[in-house]
Structure formats: structure tokens, C-alpha cells
């Protein structure tokens, strides 16, 4: 009986795996990776979390690794092979992964930057020219300081006590002129991303249109 009882048991369990890795191997048939972006998916991720100071910045350059810009990131890729890319491998390696220091990047960024690689690491950008039409701060504003600046400017201790994801304290940075100054890298003010990166033109450009809009809560 009790035999019976676990061969029951094994038997639901096979099936239960058999039917998850065919329903596998359909959802991969059917939908197909994402294409992912250097310019909109990649750089963000790398460079507001591995380019602050005394890490791999324009300035602090630990092991000689610039990871600001597409050059020096695709020093650590090998394109096509993901699992055999120097990039990739620090994130997901059990001891002294990267980011040093903090938490691990989320599964989704991990995902992003592998697809990236695996599609031929190259420095490509998904949109084709910059629409500063009909801007909103919860549809484009709020994304682009997700991307860029949240990792360091939310939370409980946020850089510099400067809080960037929400509204409301966006609003004071606004009010103040050091989002546009910083982001635009004027002199007076603190260049941002820290560590030497910049925003694309366009994200650039779609903030100021933001702020000349009137900077609305939308
Ligand atoms: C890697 C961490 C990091 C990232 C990413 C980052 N910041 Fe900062 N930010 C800092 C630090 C550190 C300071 C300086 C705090 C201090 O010394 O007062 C700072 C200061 C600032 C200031 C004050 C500037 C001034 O002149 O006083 C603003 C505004 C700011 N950040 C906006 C941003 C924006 C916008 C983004 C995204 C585009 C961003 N930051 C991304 C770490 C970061």
C-alpha cells in the first residue's frame, strides 16, 4: 500500500515535470527574447551601479575598468556567450560578486544584460530619434530616474539624503535647479550619474521639457 502510495507520488511529480518543461519549450517557441538596447536597456543598469566613486567610474577606474561607456564595458563581454562573459559572470558568481558591497542586481537586470550579449553585445539603440512630445512625469520622467538614479537616490539612505522616487521630492530638486544642473553636468553643480556617466541627449532633453512644462505632477 504504502509502496503504492509513493510510486502514486513519483509518478505525478514526472508528469507535473514533464508538463512544465513542454509548456517550456512552447512559451520559448512562441515568444521569441525581447531585443534589449545598449543605449536604453544596458548602460543605465552598468552605469548607476558600478560607477560611483571608488568603483569603476571615469575616475575611480577599480581594476582598470571604465564602465561608463560602451567601450569600456564590452572589454568584459564575449558577444554571443553570455555565460562565458567576464560582465556577466561577476554578477552571478556565488562569493564576491559585483556589485561589491551591495546587494545583488535583481534577476530582470541580470536577465537584460545576458540577452544583450547573447544578441551580440553591440552599442545599439532601440529608438530612432527623440520625441519630447506630450512628456509626463509618472510615463517618462519617473522611468528615467529609475533607471539612472534610484540605486543610488531611494530608499531608506539615499546619496547625499536626496530622495528621487517620488514626486514630491523630485519636485524639490527641481525647484532648487540641481536636477537640470546636475544632469546637464553646468558647472556649480555635481555631475550625475556619480562617477562620470551621462544621460543620453534625449532623456536629457525630455526632462528639460518636462521642467519648462511646468514640472506637473502628470
Ligand atoms: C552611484 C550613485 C549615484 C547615482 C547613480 C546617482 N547619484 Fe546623484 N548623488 C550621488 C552622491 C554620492 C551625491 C553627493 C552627495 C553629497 O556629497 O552631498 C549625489 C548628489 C546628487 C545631487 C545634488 C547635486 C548638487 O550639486 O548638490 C543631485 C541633484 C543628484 N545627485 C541627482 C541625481 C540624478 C538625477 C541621478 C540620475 C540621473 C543621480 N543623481 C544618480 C550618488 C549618485
Not at 555565460?83 to 556577466?88: P, Q
Request: glycine share 12%; charged share 20%.
Amino acid at each position: 500500500m504504502k509502496q503504492l502510495k509513493i510510486r502514486h507520488l513519483l509518478g505525478v511529480a514526472f508528469t507535473m515535470a514533464g508538463a512544465i518543461f513542454i509548456l517550456q519549450g512552447c512559451v520559448k517557441e512562441h515568444l521569441p527574447d525581447p531585443e534589449v538596447y545598449f543605449q536604453q536597456d544596458v548602460l543605465p543598469i552598468v552605469s548607476s551601479n558600478c560607477t560611483q566613486s571608488g568603483c569603476h567610474g571615469t575616475v575611480d577606474r577599480e581594476g582598470g575598468y571604465k564602465l561608463t561607456e560602451y567601450a569600456g564595458i564590452v572589454e568584459l563581454v564575449k558577444p554571443g556567450n553570455y555565460k562565458g562573459s567576464k560582465l556577466y559572470q561577476v554578477l552571478v558568481q556565488p562569493l564576491g560578486y559585483m556589485p561589491q558591497g551591495a546587494s545583488r542586481l535583481s534577476d530582470e537586470d541580470i536577465t537584460t544584460i545576458a540577452l544583450w550579449i547573447e544578441q551580440g553585445a553591440e552599442n545599439n539603440s532601440g529608438s530612432s530619434g527623440c520625441n519630447t512630445d506630450n512628456v509626463t512625469f509618472n510615463q517618462t520622467v519617473a522611468p528615467i530616474l529609475q533607471a539612472w538614479c534610484y540605486s543610488c537616490h531611494s530608499g531608506s539612505s539615499p546619496s547625499g539624503t536626496i530622495r528621487l522616487d517620488s514626486y514630491s521630492t523630485v519636485k524639490l530638486k527641481v525647484d532648487d535647479g540641481k536636477l537640470l544642473g546636475s544632469i546637464r553636468h553646468d558647472s556649480g553643480y555635481l555631475p550625475m550619474p556619480d562617477g562620470g556617466g551621462k544621460l543620453p541627449n534625449c532623456e536629457i532633453s525630455q526632462i528639460e521639457k518636462w521642467v519648462a512644462d511646468g514640472a506637473l505632477n502628470n
